[in-house]
């Protein structure tokens, strides 16, 4: 959907600068919008105790982990490297939760000492874990459970999570190893934005974690429904209400904790910083090939949810209203069909040195950047509340690119010595 109000009326009037100064592609990020979409996640839960953790692989980008987190936020991490950015912003204990999958011994001592609140996504680590944190919380499978959105895939092939009927027991096992405190992990929608479906997800959690306290006899401590909390995509989606989604988590709590209600955990990354950034590029090249062709100096390497998951991202041209309107294609440069932003999409009449921005690219957008072809990422910029631009990233060079390779090659392995020459031959076929 295109950027907010607000954004708008800040960016659009120094663009055309911006961008002969500074050049594109580049992404550029609304702090205040930020900030303000994480203040009324709070102010929805008025006061009850929550907290929500923003998913570091959504925007991992310090400065923008730091602005979170002198706001409050927490920090959820799923790898060593997240774990290391949050703590170069300060995020320390509990402010920081560790959710991952398929995790290694190594990682996971990471977590820690970092002194994390960690969720197991599987009892096998009980084995393998010589020391267990004070409180352990385990990520329920979400087969079984009623949510579930179809962009997760089917919740019977998922590879996240307990299953169901071995949860209790995998509390009783903590417990049996000395873990005193408890917390339970659920996540079952991802871009959800019916807010129902979303309700359904979460509520579910809640009562599991009811059902897991009555059953192995713990007390759970925090219920943590996870992030995948939706945004509007497309001008005609609606947004999802807030807080309607916190007043149905509050009223499950009460009712399914009618004595201690647990804290309320959320690992929420789109919804809080992907409506707030914005692709900005320029048309390169106008040509027809059987489709009208808009191309832009950006490629999927800068977004590539449109290419991945068909994802609809809106693309707008600012400065060319009142141009007639009609369909085009919107590729990158990227030796690769799938590099398009948008298929058959209304434009009006692009030409070349036009403004293009590809809206909600403030979540999973650089993040999942790449460099195939020598299309290096691009540089991330953000708006200040006061209304400055400043880089917050710079765009990658022909010396990152190489950084990790070798001008000459690197012995890893000598071969043994005196092995007949045959023998080399031989092992290679
Ligand atoms: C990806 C992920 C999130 C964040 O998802 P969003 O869609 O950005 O809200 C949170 N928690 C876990 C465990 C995840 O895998």
Redesign the pocket.
């Known amino acids: 959907m295109p950027i907010s109000d607000g954004f708008a009326r800040k960016l659009l009037p120094v663009l055309p600068d911006v961008v002969a100064a500074y050049g594109t592609p580049f992404h550029i990020y609304d702090a205040q919008g930020i900030i303000e979409t994480y203040r009324g996640m709070v102010d929805a839960f008025r006061g009850e105790p929550y907290r929500q953790y923003f998913?570091v692989?959504?925007l991992p980008n310090p400065v923008i982990l730091s602005l979170l987190h002198r706001e409050g936020s927490g920090l959820?991490c799923?790898s060593p490297i997240e774990l290391e950015m949050a703590a170069r912003v300060g995020a320390t204990g509990d402010e920081v939760v560790f959710?991952s999958n398929n995790t290694r011994l190594i990682e996971y001592r990471a977590a820690l000492e970092a002194g994390a609140l960690i969720t197991f996504d599987d009892r096998s680590f009980l084995g393998k874990a010589d020391v267990l944190p004070e409180t352990v919380a385990f990520r329920a499978s979400p087969n079984g459970l009623a949510a579930g959105s179809s962009l997760m895939g089917d919740p019977t092939g998922s590879k996240f999570g307990v299953p169901l009927d071995e949860l209790p027991d995998a509390y009783r096992e903590a417990r049996r190893r000395g873990v005193t405190r408890f917390g339970i992990h659920g996540?079952t929608c991802?871009?959800e934005l019916d807010v129902d479906r979303a309700i359904r997800a979460a509520v579910d959690v809640v009562e599991l974690g009811a059902h897991v306290a009555e059953a192995a006899g713990v007390d759970v401590e925090y219920v943590n429904v996870?992030?995948?909390?939706g945004i509007p995509y497309r001008p005609e989606d609606k947004p999802l209400s807030f807080t309607a989604y916190a007043d149905a988590i509050v009223a499950a709590r009460r009712r399914c904790f009618p004595r201690r209600a647990p804290r309320i955990l959320m690992?929420?990354?789109?919804?809080v910083t992907?409506p707030h950034g914005v692709l900005v590029t320029r048309v390169v090249n106008r040509c027809r090939k059987g489709r009208e062709i808009v191309g832009v100096d950006a490629s999927m390497s800068a977004l590539m949810r449109p290419a991945m998951y068909g994802a609809y991202h809106h693309v707008s041209l600012p400065f060319a209203r009142g141009r007639e309107r009609s369909r085009f294609d919107v590729v990158g440069s990227l030796c690769e069909n799938m590099d398009k932003f948008a298929i058959d999409r209304m434009l009006p009449d692009p030409r070349e040195g036009d403004i293009a921005l590809v809206h909600d690219t403030g979540?999973?957008g650089h993040a999942m950047g790449f460099t195939y072809n020598g299309r290096l990422r691009p540089a991330e910029l953000m708006m200040t509340p006061g209304g400055d631009v400043v880089e917050i990233r710079r765009a990658e060079t022909v010396d990152d690119y190489l950084a990790t390779a070798r001008r000459q090659p690197e012995p890893v392995l000598s071969a043994p010595a005196g092995l007949p020459d045959h023998e080399h031959e031989g092992r290679d076929q």
Request: aromatic share 4%; charged share 20%.
């Open positions: 998913a692989k959504a959820d799923a959710t996540m991802a871009n996870g992030g995948g909390l690992e929420c990354g789109r919804f992907g979540a999973h």
